[in-house]
Structure formats: C-alpha cells, structure tokens
C-alpha cells in the first residue's frame, strides 16, 4: 500500500501520558486550524492537551520521525462501544511528503480493531481520506428549537429546504 510505504520511516506509539507533549499538540493543531477550509472548531491550547492527558479515558497515537520530531498525532477518547477520533495536529508538508494523516487514520482504525471497539467515529470532517480507508459516511441530524416562534418557524423552513446531502458513492477497499 503506498500509505505505508511513503510513511514507512514513521515510528508509532500509543500513549496515554501525552502531557509532556501538550505544546508540540497546540503547535500542529494551530497549523490545522488556519488551513482548514470546511470548518473551524476551536482553537485548542497547550492547557487543553494537558487536561486531555489527565482524563483516564483518553490517549493519542503519535507519529515520531526518526530524529525524534512528531510528524503527527492523533487524541482518542474511549467511550465504549465507541472510540472517537477527537482531533489530530500536522503539517501539510508532512500530510503531502510522509501520507502522515492517511497513516494516522490507518493507526487509528488498528488501535480501535485491536482494542476491540464496536465502533469508530472518525469526525465529520475531510470525507474523502476517510472514504478511501473504507469509512461509511453517516448521516447527520439536529434537533432545532428556538423559544421565539416565529424563529422556530424560520429553522423548520431552512430545515425542510436543506433536505440531506447526496453521500458520495461507496468504495470497495479490501477486494
């Protein structure tokens, strides 16, 4: 598989003590952040890696070059049967020269399989990566409500005009 052979350099770990790591987390996150084209989320700090770190239920798969650098890292939060694929932090040069976000999906898949969850959210964002891994898209839903009714009017006209996206068509990976 490409994937692993252009990232083949990268070595794994699966840490659950990442604290020491919350700045080079903020760093890779920021960069991210300011490419993003489907949406912006929050900016998250070193403060908020480090309080990740200490909840018992979290824990990250970071990509180490061989000098030691992280090339990127993915945060995980156990919630049984589901294991949630929270954020993840690179740059683009490594996601183009070293596949470190597709290897880092790869990672993620493995350690949920290994863990034996029944299910993997893998975020409702960059669709087409996830796809290729053989990712099925789920539709989204809300639940509206606003107290003033003439909004609560307006919400269920946009609602109904919205209709569901069209899911892009299903690919067959593993054959």
Known sequence: MQILRASGHLRVEQTSDFSTLAG???????LVYERATETRRELLTEPYFVAMANLSDTFAIVLHRPDGTVAAFGLLLEDR???????CGFSAEAGRAESAYLRLLI??????????FRW???GCTTL?????LGAVPIPLSAWLHHQNPLLNAGLRIVARRSGAAALPASMRVFT
């Open 81 to 87: 049967p589901w294991l949630h694929f929270l954020q």
């Open 128 to 132: 087409a990566p996830k796809l290729k």
């Open 107 to 116: 990672e993620v898949i493995r350690a949920g399989i290994k863990a034996d």
């Open 120 to 122: 993997l959210n893998l």
């Open 24 to 30: 080079e987390f903020s760093r890779l996150w920021l």
